[in-house]
Protein backbone atom coordinates (compact mmCIF):
# COMPACT_ATOMS: atom_id res chain seq x y z
CA UNK A 1 0.00 0.00 0.00
CA UNK A 2 1.45 3.70 -1.12
CA UNK A 3 1.44 6.24 1.08
CA UNK A 4 -1.53 7.64 -0.71
CA UNK A 5 -4.06 4.93 -0.73
CA UNK A 6 -3.37 4.80 2.95
CA UNK A 7 -3.81 8.69 3.59
CA UNK A 8 -6.92 8.02 1.49
CA UNK A 9 -8.16 5.31 3.26
CA UNK A 10 -7.67 6.83 6.64
CA UNK A 11 -8.77 10.45 5.59
CA UNK A 12 -5.55 12.49 5.67
CA UNK A 13 -3.04 14.35 3.76
CA UNK A 14 0.39 12.14 2.43
CA UNK A 15 2.15 14.93 4.56
CA UNK A 16 0.55 13.37 7.29
CA UNK A 17 2.03 9.86 6.84
CA UNK A 18 5.06 11.06 6.01
CA UNK A 19 5.14 13.13 9.23
CA UNK A 20 4.12 9.84 11.11
CA UNK A 21 6.43 7.43 9.51
CA UNK A 22 9.29 9.52 10.13
CA UNK A 23 7.67 9.86 14.20
CA UNK A 24 7.20 13.76 13.70
CA UNK A 25 3.68 13.47 14.30
CA UNK A 26 1.85 11.45 16.80
CA UNK A 27 -1.78 10.87 16.08
CA UNK A 28 -4.93 10.74 17.63
CA UNK A 29 -6.47 7.66 19.01
CA UNK A 30 -8.89 7.57 16.17
CA UNK A 31 -6.54 8.10 13.55
CA UNK A 32 -3.97 5.02 15.25
CA UNK A 33 -6.90 2.54 15.36
CA UNK A 34 -7.92 3.45 11.62
CA UNK A 35 -4.61 3.58 10.43
CA UNK A 36 -3.85 0.06 12.30
CA UNK A 37 -7.39 -0.97 10.75
CA UNK A 38 -6.18 0.04 7.46
CA UNK A 39 -2.70 -1.87 7.45
CA UNK A 40 -4.87 -4.88 9.17
CA UNK A 41 -2.58 -5.22 12.07
CA UNK A 42 -3.45 -4.62 15.76
CA UNK A 43 -2.74 -1.11 17.55
CA UNK A 44 0.45 -2.68 19.31
CA UNK A 45 2.25 -4.10 15.94
CA UNK A 46 1.93 -0.38 14.10
CA UNK A 47 2.48 1.83 17.19
CA UNK A 48 4.35 1.60 19.99
CA UNK A 49 4.85 3.67 23.13
CA UNK A 50 7.64 5.45 24.20
CA UNK A 51 8.31 7.41 27.65
CA UNK A 52 9.90 10.46 26.48
CA UNK B 1 -2.62 49.22 -11.40
CA UNK B 2 -2.10 49.68 -7.80
CA UNK B 3 -1.15 52.87 -6.74
CA UNK B 4 0.25 53.68 -3.48
CA UNK B 5 1.33 56.70 -1.53
CA UNK B 6 4.60 58.37 -2.53
CA UNK B 7 6.00 57.60 0.61
CA UNK B 8 6.63 54.09 2.08
CA UNK B 9 7.44 53.67 5.49
CA UNK B 10 9.69 57.05 5.55
CA UNK B 11 11.07 55.95 2.28
CA UNK B 12 9.95 58.54 -0.88
CA UNK B 13 9.61 55.85 -3.38
CA UNK B 14 7.63 58.44 -5.96
CA UNK B 15 4.43 57.11 -7.70
CA UNK B 16 6.31 55.10 -10.55
CA UNK B 17 8.41 53.45 -7.62
CA UNK B 18 5.48 52.56 -6.00
CA UNK B 19 3.61 51.19 -9.16
CA UNK B 20 6.36 49.46 -9.75
CA UNK B 21 7.25 47.97 -6.31
CA UNK B 22 3.58 46.87 -6.23
CA UNK B 23 3.38 45.68 -10.20
CA UNK B 24 6.49 43.41 -9.14
CA UNK B 25 5.26 41.69 -5.85
CA UNK B 26 1.92 40.91 -7.74
CA UNK B 27 3.61 39.46 -10.57
CA UNK B 28 5.66 37.32 -8.35
CA UNK B 29 3.36 36.77 -6.03
CA UNK B 30 0.70 35.08 -9.20
CA UNK B 31 4.03 33.48 -10.60
CA UNK B 32 4.52 31.52 -7.40
CA UNK B 33 1.15 30.86 -7.23
CA UNK B 34 1.19 28.92 -10.88
CA UNK B 35 4.48 27.31 -9.65
CA UNK B 36 3.62 26.34 -6.29
CA UNK B 37 5.37 22.68 -7.01
CA UNK B 38 8.77 24.13 -7.30
CA UNK B 39 8.44 26.59 -3.97
CA UNK B 40 7.03 23.56 -1.92
CA UNK B 41 8.03 20.49 -0.87
CA UNK B 42 6.42 17.89 -3.35
CA UNK B 43 4.07 16.73 -0.82
CA UNK B 44 3.36 19.84 0.96
CA UNK B 45 -0.72 20.01 1.99
CA UNK B 46 -3.17 22.53 0.56
CA UNK B 47 -3.18 24.35 4.28
CA UNK B 48 0.43 25.11 4.36
CA UNK B 49 0.29 26.49 0.84
CA UNK B 50 -2.48 28.44 1.72
CA UNK B 51 -0.91 29.48 5.30
CA UNK B 52 2.34 30.34 3.17
CA UNK B 53 -0.25 32.69 0.78
CA UNK B 54 -1.77 34.23 3.98
CA UNK B 55 1.39 34.82 5.29
CA UNK B 56 2.90 36.89 2.50
CA UNK B 57 -0.22 38.68 1.97
CA UNK B 58 -1.54 39.72 5.83
CA UNK B 59 2.49 40.57 5.63
CA UNK B 60 1.73 43.34 3.28
CA UNK B 61 -0.96 44.34 4.83
CA UNK B 62 0.65 44.81 8.13
CA UNK B 63 3.40 46.95 6.42
CA UNK B 64 0.77 48.79 5.01
CA UNK B 65 -1.23 49.50 7.97
CA UNK B 66 2.11 50.48 9.43
CA UNK B 67 2.83 52.70 6.96
CA UNK B 68 -0.85 54.46 7.61
CA UNK B 69 -1.00 54.23 11.01
CA UNK B 70 2.49 56.14 11.42
CA UNK B 71 1.00 58.84 9.22
CA UNK B 72 -2.06 59.34 11.51
CA UNK B 73 -0.63 62.01 13.99
CA UNK B 74 0.93 63.92 11.94
CA UNK B 75 -2.73 64.96 10.51
CA UNK B 76 -4.04 66.73 13.38
CA UNK B 77 -7.45 66.96 13.59
CA UNK B 78 -7.95 65.31 9.94
CA UNK B 79 -6.93 62.31 11.66
CA UNK B 80 -10.62 61.92 13.53
CA UNK B 81 -11.84 62.10 9.95
CA UNK B 82 -12.78 58.40 8.60
CA UNK B 83 -11.49 60.00 5.38
CA UNK B 84 -8.60 61.56 5.80
CA UNK B 85 -5.62 61.79 3.00
CA UNK B 86 -4.05 58.70 4.14
CA UNK B 87 -6.97 56.74 4.49
CA UNK B 88 -7.76 56.88 0.66
CA UNK B 89 -4.11 55.38 -0.30
CA UNK B 90 -4.78 52.83 2.79
CA UNK B 91 -8.46 52.05 1.45
CA UNK B 92 -7.23 51.17 -2.30
CA UNK B 93 -3.91 49.43 -1.21
CA UNK B 94 -5.90 47.66 1.19
CA UNK B 95 -8.60 46.51 -1.14
CA UNK B 96 -6.13 45.90 -3.85
CA UNK B 97 -3.93 43.38 -1.27
CA UNK B 98 -7.01 41.50 -0.24
CA UNK B 99 -8.03 41.32 -3.76
CA UNK B 100 -4.57 39.76 -4.97
CA UNK B 101 -4.84 37.41 -1.89
CA UNK B 102 -8.19 35.92 -3.09
CA UNK B 103 -7.18 35.53 -6.31
CA UNK B 104 -3.88 33.86 -5.31
CA UNK B 105 -5.18 31.62 -2.82
CA UNK B 106 -7.82 30.59 -5.48
CA UNK B 107 -5.25 29.38 -7.72
CA UNK B 108 -3.22 27.67 -5.06
CA UNK B 109 -6.46 25.97 -3.85
CA UNK B 110 -7.64 24.92 -7.60
CA UNK B 111 -3.61 23.62 -8.81
CA UNK B 112 -3.39 21.68 -5.43
CA UNK B 113 -6.70 20.00 -4.48
CA UNK B 114 -6.48 17.16 -2.43
CA UNK B 115 -9.08 14.38 -1.56
CA UNK B 116 -8.42 15.57 1.90
CA UNK B 117 -7.58 19.25 2.21
CA UNK B 118 -7.37 19.84 6.27
CA UNK B 119 -6.68 16.64 8.67
CA UNK B 120 -6.26 16.33 12.10
CA UNK B 121 -2.36 17.29 12.10
CA UNK B 122 -3.35 20.66 10.10
CA UNK B 123 -6.35 21.42 12.73
CA UNK B 124 -3.52 20.89 15.91
CA UNK B 125 -1.34 23.18 13.95
CA UNK B 126 -4.02 26.02 13.42
CA UNK B 127 -5.09 25.52 17.02
CA UNK B 128 -1.18 25.91 18.59
CA UNK B 129 -1.02 29.27 15.83
CA UNK B 130 -3.92 30.35 17.76
CA UNK B 131 -2.52 30.36 21.09
CA UNK B 132 0.60 31.55 19.28
CA UNK B 133 -1.30 34.70 17.86
CA UNK B 134 -3.56 35.00 21.36
CA UNK B 135 -0.03 35.06 23.50
CA UNK B 136 1.18 37.77 21.08
CA UNK B 137 -1.93 40.09 21.30
CA UNK B 138 -2.00 39.78 25.39
CA UNK B 139 1.69 41.22 25.37
CA UNK B 140 1.11 43.91 22.69
CA UNK B 141 -2.03 45.07 25.03
CA UNK B 142 0.48 44.54 28.09
CA UNK B 143 2.62 46.99 26.07
CA UNK B 144 0.61 49.40 25.03
CA UNK B 145 -1.17 49.64 29.00
CA UNK B 146 2.74 50.02 30.41
CA UNK B 147 2.94 52.88 27.07
CA UNK B 148 0.35 55.00 28.18
CA UNK B 149 0.73 54.48 32.08
CA UNK B 150 4.81 55.17 31.62
CA UNK B 151 4.26 58.06 28.38
CA UNK B 152 1.68 59.49 28.45
CA UNK B 153 3.11 62.91 27.27
CA UNK B 154 4.95 61.22 24.39
CA UNK B 155 1.26 59.04 23.29
CA UNK B 156 -0.76 62.27 23.31
CA UNK B 157 -0.92 62.74 19.47
CA UNK B 158 -1.87 59.07 19.29
CA UNK B 159 -4.60 59.67 21.69
CA UNK B 160 -7.62 59.90 18.83
CA UNK B 161 -10.53 57.51 18.69
CA UNK B 162 -10.24 57.15 14.99
CA UNK B 163 -6.58 56.52 15.77
CA UNK B 164 -7.05 53.86 19.16
CA UNK B 165 -9.54 52.12 16.37
CA UNK B 166 -6.87 52.06 14.16
CA UNK B 167 -4.00 50.77 16.49
CA UNK B 168 -6.83 47.77 17.72
CA UNK B 169 -7.25 47.14 14.32
CA UNK B 170 -3.28 46.70 13.99
CA UNK B 171 -3.31 44.24 16.69
CA UNK B 172 -5.67 41.74 14.67
CA UNK B 173 -3.70 42.06 11.34
CA UNK B 174 -0.50 41.21 14.37
CA UNK B 175 -2.79 38.31 15.55
CA UNK B 176 -3.07 36.55 12.27
CA UNK B 177 0.34 37.47 11.03
CA UNK B 178 1.50 35.48 13.86
CA UNK B 179 -0.93 32.86 13.53
CA UNK B 180 0.28 32.16 9.88
CA UNK B 181 4.08 32.44 10.35
CA UNK B 182 3.46 30.10 13.25
CA UNK B 183 2.05 27.68 10.99
CA UNK B 184 4.63 28.11 8.44
CA UNK B 185 7.39 27.28 11.07
CA UNK B 186 5.76 24.62 12.14
CA UNK B 187 4.95 22.95 8.56
CA UNK B 188 8.27 23.42 7.72
CA UNK B 189 9.96 21.96 11.35
CA UNK B 190 8.13 19.07 10.18
CA UNK B 191 10.53 18.38 7.12
CA UNK B 192 13.75 18.97 9.27
Known sequence: MTQAELARVCGVTRQTII????????????????LAR?????????????EK | MFLGPDGWLGIDV????????????????????????????????????Q??????????????WLNFVSALPGLGAQADQIANPASRHFAVNLAMLIVGWTVVSGIVRTKNSEP??????????????????????????????????????????????LIAANVLVGLLIANTLTENVYAVIRYRREYA
Open chain 2, 51 to 64: AWVSMVFITLIYFH
Open chain 1, 38 to 50: ALGRNLEEVFRFE
Open chain 2, 14 to 49: GLVGSAVLYAALWLFAIHLSKHSEAAFPADAPLAER
Open chain 2, 116 to 161: VALDERDLRIQRAAGRAGSALVSVLIIGLISALVVLPERLDPWLRP
Open chain 1, 19 to 34: ALEAEKYSPSLELAFR
